[in-house]
């Protein structure tokens, strides 16, 4: 079947610019959890939802970062007022429920660039 | 100091080789230990998961876990062109949600 999909597969912006990034997950999946991996490191969790809510967004770096998932699948990742420093491959991963042994499967991620 | 340590490589080594890859980790809260292989501009695909400590055998794969040490390990025999990527250990605790916390991840080159 489909995996988790993830468009654009490139996004280059301009500083202070708006981009949303999204995600479409495996079908069935409830839980959905969006990662940011930077040059050289391993994925950085940001966020997560069980169905519609955001169960954990402990990881957002700061206000400019929000997701939502309105309909319980797709999710969108979005970035207010870029700066340099959101450069990364920003992940999307789902699960079929958020318990710890269900196995998350990830997306080939969006590379965002601000120039 | 981060949570998860891993050793950023490059690790290169021979066909045919054992390849012994490592993470430590400080948290104790930790109770699920995955190995991720992500190959250039891909997503991470889950390679191992284990629980307890022990070892876990999947073909030329093996994870190792050591609790009180708080140190785990994949080993993979026979090596081949074809695992070269990088391996990201991860974990989890049983807190509620599945939020993974990763190592830094080890570039492997296998050389024909």
């Known amino acids: 079947g489909a995996g988790v999909s993830q468009t654009p597969s490139n996004k280059v912006t301009e500083k202070g610019k708006y981009v949303e990034l999204r995600c479409d997950p495996i079908?069935?999946?409830?839980?959905l959890y969006w990662y940011r991996q930077s040059l050289g490191q391993g994925p950085e969790f940001l966020i997560y939802?069980?169905?519609?809510?955001?169960?954990?967004d402990s990881g957002l770096p700061n206000d400019r970062f929000f997701a939502v998932r309105p309909e319980g699948s797709v999710s969108t990742l979005k970035i207010q007022r870029t700066e340099r420093g959101d450069s990364a491959v920003y992940l999307c991963?789902?699960?079929?429920?958020?318990?710890?042994?269900?196995?998350?499967?990830f997306g080939p991620g969006t590379r965002l660039t601000v120039l | 100091q981060k949570e998860v340590e891993q050793d950023p490589g490059p690790l290169s080594v021979p066909e045919g080789a054992i390849v012994s890859l490592n993470c430590t980790y400080s948290?104790?809260?930790?109770?699920?230990f995955m190995w991720y292989r992500q190959y250039s501009r891909k997503g991470p695909e889950l390679l191992m998961y284990?629980?307890?400590?022990g070892n876990k055998e999947d073909g030329r794969f093996t994870a190792q876990v050591d609790k009180s040490s708080k140190y785990i390990s994949l080993f993979i025999r026979d090596s081949q062109p074809s695992d070269s990527a990088t391996y990201l250990c991860?974990?989890?605790?049983?807190?509620?949600?599945?939020?993974?916390?990763f190592g830094t991840g080890t570039q492997l080159k296998v050389e024909l």
């Open positions: 991963a789902s699960s079929l429920s958020f318990s710890s042994t269900d196995t998350q499967y």
């Open positions: 079908s069935g999946h409830t839980a």
């Open positions: 939802f069980q169905g519609t809510g955001a169960a954990d």
């Open positions: 948290n104790s809260a930790f109770q699920y």
């Open positions: 284990t629980y307890s400590s």
């Open positions: 991860a974990m989890t605790g049983t807190g509620g949600g599945n939020k993974l916390t």
